[in-house]
C-alpha cells in the first residue's frame, strides 16, 4: 500500500528488505558521498537510509547490497520507476514536487513522425555514416522545413522519448515541423571531443546531403545543431569551426573541461575537449545566433556550464540557461528538450504570445 522510497517533504527514506551484511545507497550526485549507509532496523530484515532531498529533485540510484564478503548493485526492489540509458538501467527516485512532463508522453490524437534511414559516405571519416531523419506529421516535398543535427540521436529517442517530444511539439504549435537529422558516433568520445573531422563532416557532408534530399529553409536561422555531454564539446565546436552556418545550439550538460590554470582534472579523454575550450574561452567569436544551455545542479559539469554564459552574453548571443535539480542522465535532458526547443525554434503558438 506504500510507494517506495518514502519522500515527505525534503525527507526520503529508501527501504530495503532482506538478509544483508551491508546495504548502501548509490546515487551519482555531486556534492553528496556516493555511498550512503542503510541501518538495520532491530528485530526485523528491513534496512532504510534517509537523505535530505530539496524540492523539485529528480535523482537516480542502486542499492549496494553485501553479503558474505560479496557487493552487488541492484534496481530498489520496492519501486517500479526506472530510467534506462546505453548502460543499463537505474531506480529513479522523484523528490517531492516532481513530475514527469506531460509533454514528454506521446498523446492520444497527436500525429505521428515518421523516422527514415540515409547513408552518407564520408571523406572526413573515411566510412559510410548513417543517419536516421525524422519527417514530421503531414510531411510534404514542396514545403520547406528547418533542420535540427541531433547528436547521439538514437539514444535520444530511446532514453528520451524524442519522437513523441517532437510529435506533441509540432502537433500543439509549440515548434513549427521540423526535419531531425539523427547521428550515431561509433567512437563518440573521440569524434565528438572536439574533433576537426566531425566539424567538417557535418558542414561539408552531412548539411549539403541533407540539403540536396530534403526540403530544407537555406538560412542559418532554420539550421541547428544538439547534443549532451560529450554531443554538447561536438554541437559547440561544429558551430565554431564553421561560423555563420548554423544558427541554433542546444546545448545539455556539455562537457566543456577548461583550465585556466595549469592542467584541467578530468582525464586524458579530455585533453582535446580543454584545448578546444581554452581556446574558445579566449576568442569565442560567434558560434550560433542564438544559444540553449542546460544542465543538472548535481553534475559535477555545473561549474562549466555556468561560465560559458557571461562569455556567449558578451559576444552578444542570445542565450538562455537553465538549471535542475537532476544529475547527468537522459531523464533530465527530456525533461529541458520543450523549454529548448520552443526557444530556439519557436512555434505559432508561441510566436502569437511573445
Not at 303 to 320: C, F, H, T
Request: with cysteine.
Amino acid at each position: 500500500e506504500t510507494d517506495f522510497p518514502l519522500v515527505d517533504g525534503k525527507d526520503v527514506t529508501f527501504v530495503y528488505r532482506g538478509a544483508a551484511d551491508a546495504v548502501h545507497l548509490r546515487c551519482w550526485i555531486s556534492g553528496l558521498d556516493t555511498a550512503q549507509p542503510f541501518q538495520a532496523l532491530a528485530g526485523t530484515d528491513l534496512w532504510a537510509a534517509t537523505i535530505d532531498l530539496p524540492k523539485g529533485s529528480r535523482i537516480e540510484y542502486k542499492f549496494e547490497v553485501s553479503v558474505g564478503g560479496n557487493s552487488e548493485l541492484v534496481l530498489d526492489p520496492l519501486n517500479d520507476v526506472v530510467a534506462h540509458d546505453p548502460f543499463g538501467a537505474n531506480s529513479v527516485c522523484q523528490g517531492y514536487g516532481y513530475e514527469r512532463p506531460v509533454w514528454s508522453l506521446l498523446g492520444v490524437d497527436v500525429r505521428h513522425g515518421e523516422i527514415q534511414t540515409t547513408h552518407i559516405e564520408s571523406a572526413a571519416f573515411n566510412d559510410t555514416r548513417e543517419v536516421q531523419v525524422y519527417l514530421p506529421a503531414r510531411f510534404r516535398e514542396k514545403r520547406r522545413y528547418p533542420l535540427l543535427v541531433v547528436h547521439d540521436g538514437v539514444d535520444y529517442l530511446s532514453f528520451a522519448a524524442l519522437k513523441d517530444v517532437l510529435d506533441n511539439l509540432i502537433h500543439a504549435l509549440e515548434i513549427p515541423a521540423m526535419i531531425v537529422a539523427l547521428i550515431q558516433s561509433p567512437d563518440r568520445l573521440k569524434e565528438y571531443g572536439a574533433d576537426d573531422r566531425h566539424a567538417r563532416f557535418l558542414n561539408d557532408e552531412l548539411l549539403p546531403h541533407m540539403s540536396a534530399n530534403y526540403p530544407l529553409i537555406d538560412d542559418p536561422a532554420a539550421r541547428g545543431i544538439m547534443g549532451a555531454s560529450f554531443g554538447g564539446v561536438a554541437s559547440l565546436h561544429a558551430a565554431w569551426r564553421n561560423p555563420g552556418q548554423f544558427g541554433r545550439l542546444l546545448l545539455q550538460s556539455g562537457s566543456f573541461a577548461f583550465s585556466d590554470i595549469g592542467r584541467h582534472q578530468r582525464g586524458p579523454v579530455f585533453d582535446p575537449v580543454a584545448e578546444f575550450m581554452n581556446a574558445f574561452r579566449e576568442e569565442p567569436g560567434m558560434p550560433a545566433e542564438r544559444i540553449y544551455i542546460s544542465c543538472g545542479i548535481y553534475e559535477s559539469l555545473i561549474y562549466e556550464n555556468r561560465s560559458l554564459l557571461p562569455r556567449l552574453q558578451a559576444q552578444g548571443i542570445d542565450v538562455r540557461f537553465e538549471e535542475a535539480r537532476d544529475a547527468h542522465n537522459w531523464e533530465n535532458w527530456r525533461d529541458r528538450l520543450r523549454n529548448g526547443l520552443t526557444w530556439l525554434y519557436p512555434g505559432p503558438l508561441w510566436m502569437v504570445y511573445e
